[in-house]
Structure formats: structure tokens, C-alpha cells
């Protein structure tokens, strides 16, 4: 299992659960075990009350198993040290809600249910002098299992949801591309005058048009899937990397470019790979958007004056600018001004702002072109 053995030992860490903390527990760990049996009928019963959850407990494919899989679960809560295969444990359950599609909503309503037991146990058999701080180790516990399972199963429907719509692409994708090749082999055997030749080039372009969207789609989902590792590195190393793969696209272009790097700010901390995305789809989309007659660029860089600790990035371009509508859905998948765009650059550009503590955002520049802003985190 891919556990995120960092994070949760983070999160351990913050609750301030450690092996000193919990022999508090020590004394009274017995009293909570053997009560392990009563505490899977009275989940199960508590459960069976309502009619949604009583569906799927009337209706598991082994009767009995979830009583015994709750008791050893209770079991381990008060038995096991909060290591890696507990850990592995905890998340191991929140993947299987998941996987028999139950909704987190029950589940945590579970965690509440088991709360209350454990202070019934407690009311029951500890001295009042001792009970509060037992109730405080039963709480915190409690918590970091609730935030473990729910890391969980949001982890697995992400993954989920995200490798369906790859798989969609893909197969999309494959079909697109054996469309494709069938109307150029089409439209090579037609003659310049035929007719059907000018219908052919334009369903060659749309049939190039969905395999750029397909792929786009994709790589949406690449770059959200993938882990950061945060980093310092030179901001003007991003931007000059990231002209030369747009210029490269058209290295005859004759666009004016003027850079200007502050030595204030010089730094950023942040995924290069991410980073570098976000100014590859910013600087396109610029070229792009460029005024033909007088194509020019600026991109400029400086301390935020009211963000301290960020690196303000401006980066402006001649040209039409965006429509005041179009300004509220520019972000939004697959909106796209350009005749074969895929609608997916500015939203891997926002995408990965929002992945790395970061800002994005587009402003006219009345009567001149349109000025692109980017707050990044410094060092």
C-alpha cells in the first residue's frame, strides 16, 4: 500500500501522541479490551438502526465479519503502538470503505459512536481524579485514527476518479488517432480538385485538435497526481527555460522580449517541475495572444508589497485582451478563444498555483494587451 508514512507520523506528532504520552493508558488497557466483544454488538446495533446502513450490514457477504473485524480493530486501538503497520493498519480500512462504496459520512459518524463508548467505559470503571486525563489520551487517539481513515478514503477516490478519466482518455485517444489516419489516407487518394478534399483537411485539423485535448487531459492529471518536493531555485532560470521552449515553436518569431529579475527577490521555494509548467502555459498563452504588428513581452519580477515571504512575477504582453466575460471562465477546463485550443493550459497554470501555496491571475490592460500575475513563495 502507497501509505504516506511521513505525513501521518506528522500529524501523530502534532496531536502529541508519543510512547510517553499513551502509558498513561497503561493501567487501564485490559478494561478496554475485554469490553471488545460488547463493543461490536453495540456498534452493529447502533448501526442496524438505520435503514441505509442497515442495508449493507443485513446484506455483507459474511455474516459475523464485521462484528469480529470491529472487535479486533478495538482490540488494536488500546493493544498496538502507533508504528508503520499500525499506521498501514488504519489506512488500509479507509481504502476498503472505499472499495465497498461506503459513504465516509457513516464512518465518521462511527468514530463518534465509538468516542461516546469509550467515555461510557471510562465513566463506568476509573476514579473521577483519574478519568479526565484518560479521557484526553481516548480523545486524541480517537482523532488521529479518524484522521487517518479519512486521508485515506480521500486518497483512494482521488486516485480512483482521476485513473478513470485517464483511462477515458486513453481509449479516446486510441480511437481519435486510428480516425485520424483514416481520413488522411482518404485524403491523399483525393485529387486537389475534389471537393471532399477541403472536408478532409478539416476534420484532419479537428482529429489533431482532440489529440492535443486528449493529452492535455492527461497531463492535467500527471502533474495533480504527482508528489512535490519543494525546493529553492532562481526564479530567471524558470523564465529563461520556459521562453526557449516557447520560442523553440517558432524560432522565427521576431516578438520583442524584455526581462528584468529583481535582486531582491531572486529565490523561490517551490516544485521546479510544477513551476515550470505553470510559466510553459503562461508564456504560451501570451505568445498566443500576441499583436501581430508590434509583438512584445515584458516579464518582470519584485517583492510583493503585500504579501511578505512572496515574489511577484508580472508578465505582459501587446495584444487583444480577454473579453470581460471570457476573464470568469479563462480558468475553467476546456474553455478555449483559440479555433483548436484545448482549453487546458490556463487551468494546469492555476492547478499547479494552487499545488504549490501560490497565485494566478489575469488582468486587461485597457488599450495595451493583458498582464498575467503570479505571486510565488520565497525562501
Same mark, same amino acid.
Given at each position: 500500500?502507497?501509505?504516506? #508514512? *511521513?505525513?501521518?507520523?506528522?500529524?501523530?506528532?502534532?496531536?502529541?501522541?508519543?510512547?510517553?504520552?499513551?502509558?498513561?493508558?497503561?493501567?487501564?488497557?485490559?478494561?478496554?479490551?475485554? &469490553?471488545?466483544?460488547? #463493543?461490536?454488538?453495540?456498534?452493529?446495533? !447502533?448501526?442496524?438502526?438505520?435503514?441505509?446502513?442497515?442495508?449493507?450490514? *443485513?446484506?455483507?457477504?459474511?455474516?459475523?465479519?464485521?462484528?469480529?473485524?470491529?472487535?479486533?480493530?478495538?482490540?488494536?486501538?488500546?493493544?498496538?503502538?502507533?508504528?508503520?503497520?499500525?499506521?498501514?493498519?488504519?489506512?488500509?480500512?479507509?481504502?476498503?470503505?472505499?472499495?465497498?462504496?461506503?459513504?465516509?459520512?457513516?464512518?465518521?459518524?462511527?468514530?463518534?459512536?465509538?468516542?461516546?463508548?469509550?467515555?461510557?467505559?471510562?465513566?463506568?470503571?476509573?476514579? +473521577?481524579?483519574?478519568?479526565?486525563?484518560?479521557?484526553?489520551?481516548?480523545?486524541?487517539?480517537?482523532?488521529?485514527?479518524?484522521?487517518?481513515?479519512?486521508?485515506?478514503?480521500?486518497? /483512494? /477516490?482521488?486516485?480512483?476518479?482521476?485513473?478513470?478519466?485517464?483511462?477515458?482518455?486513453?481509449?479516446?485517444?486510441?480511437?481519435?488517432?486510428?480516425?485520424?489516419?483514416?481520413?488522411?489516407?482518404?485524403?491523399?487518394?483525393?485529387?486537389?480538385?475534389?471537393?471532399?478534399?477541403?472536408?478532409?483537411?478539416?476534420?484532419?485539423?479537428?482529429?489533431?485538435?482532440?489529440?492535443? /485535448?486528449?493529452?492535455?487531459?492527461?497531463?492535467?492529471?500527471?502533474?495533480?497526481?504527482?508528489?512535490?518536493?519543494? *525546493?529553492?531555485?532562481?526564479?530567471?532560470?524558470?523564465?529563461?527555460?520556459?521562453?526557449?521552449?516557447?520560442?523553440?515553436?517558432?524560432?522565427?518569431?521576431?516578438?520583442?522580449?524584455?526581462?528584468?529579475?529583481?535582486?531582491?527577490?531572486?529565490?523561490?521555494?517551490?516544485?521546479?517541475?510544477?513551476?515550470?509548467?505553470? #510559466? !510553459?502555459?503562461?508564456?504560451?498563452?501570451?505568445?498566443?495572444?500576441?499583436?501581430?504588428?508590434?509583438? !512584445?513581452?515584458?516579464?518582470?519580477?519584485?517583492?510583493? +508589497?503585500?504579501?511578505?515571504?512572496?515574489?511577484?512575477? *508580472?508578465?505582459?504582453?501587446?495584444?487583444?485582451?480577454?473579453?470581460?466575460?471570457?476573464?470568469?471562465?479563462?480558468?475553467?477546463?476546456?474553455?478555449?478563444?483559440?479555433?483548436?485550443?484545448?482549453?487546458?493550459?490556463? +487551468?494546469?497554470?492555476? /492547478?499547479?498555483? &494552487?499545488?504549490? !501555496?501560490?497565485?494566478?491571475?489575469?488582468?486587461?490592460?485597457?488599450?495595451?494587451?493583458?498582464?498575467?500575475?503570479?505571486?510565488? +513563495?520565497?525562501?
Amino acid at each position: 500500500m502507497d501509505v504516506p #508514512f *511521513e505525513k501521518l507520523f506528522i500529524l501523530k506528532e502534532r496531536l502529541g501522541i508519543d510512547d510517553s504520552y499513551l502509558m498513561a493508558l497503561d493501567p487501564f488497557r485490559g478494561l478496554f479490551i475485554e &469490553k471488545k466483544e460488547d #463493543f461490536a454488538s453495540y456498534l452493529y446495533e !447502533y448501526f442496524r438502526e438505520i435503514p441505509e446502513t442497515r442495508i449493507f450490514l *443485513e446484506h455483507y457477504e459474511r455474516p459475523g465479519f464485521l462484528k469480529k473485524a470491529w472487535a479486533n480493530w478495538f482490540e488494536k486501538l488500546f493493544s498496538s503502538p502507533f508504528d508503520r503497520d499500525f499506521l498501514a493498519y488504519l489506512w488500509g480500512i479507509g481504502k476498503r470503505h472505499v472499495e465497498v462504496n461506503l459513504d465516509q459520512r457513516y464512518s465518521n459518524l462511527g468514530f463518534s459512536v465509538v468516542r461516546q463508548y469509550c467515555y461510557s467505559i471510562i465513566r463506568e470503571n476509573i476514579q +473521577p481524579e483519574k478519568a479526565f486525563s484518560i479521557i484526553e489520551v481516548v480523545d486524541r487517539i480517537i482523532d488521529f485514527c479518524l484522521l487517518v481513515e479519512t486521508s485515506a478514503y480521500i486518497d /483512494m /477516490m482521488s486516485r480512483c476518479d482521476i485513473e478513470l478519466i485517464k483511462g477515458i482518455a486513453d481509449k479516446i485517444r486510441n480511437r481519435i488517432t486510428v480516425i485520424g489516419g483514416n481520413i488522411k489516407r482518404l485524403s491523399k487518394k483525393a485529387s486537389p480538385d475534389d471537393p471532399a478534399r477541403q472536408l478532409y483537411e478539416s476534420l484532419i485539423l479537428q482529429s489533431i485538435s482532440c489529440e492535443n /485535448m486528449v493529452s492535455d487531459i492527461k497531463r492535467f492529471f500527471d502533474i495533480h497526481q504527482r508528489g512535490s518536493r519543494i *525546493e529553492e531555485f532562481p526564479i530567471a532560470d524558470i523564465i529563461k527555460d520556459n521562453l526557449d521552449r516557447v520560442r523553440f515553436k517558432d524560432p522565427d518569431s521576431k516578438t520583442q522580449i524584455d526581462v528584468n529579475i529583481s535582486a531582491e527577490a531572486p529565490l523561490v521555494l517551490a516544485d521546479r517541475k510544477d513551476i515550470s509548467e505553470l #510559466f !510553459y502555459e503562461v508564456l504560451s498563452n501570451s505568445f498566443d495572444a500576441l499583436d501581430t504588428q508590434d509583438p !512584445y513581452i515584458s516579464i518582470s519580477t519584485s517583492v510583493d +508589497p503585500s504579501l511578505p515571504g512572496r515574489v511577484r512575477v *508580472e508578465i505582459f504582453n501587446k495584444g487583444v485582451p480577454p473579453r470581460k466575460e471570457d476573464l470568469e471562465r479563462i480558468f475553467t477546463p476546456f474553455f478555449s478563444t483559440k479555433p483548436l485550443g484545448s482549453g487546458f493550459g490556463l +487551468p494546469i497554470a492555476q /492547478m499547479v498555483a &494552487k499545488k504549490n !501555496y501560490s497565485k494566478i491571475s489575469i488582468e486587461p490592460v485597457q488599450d495595451k494587451g493583458t498582464k498575467v500575475i503570479i505571486i510565488l +513563495p520565497t525562501p
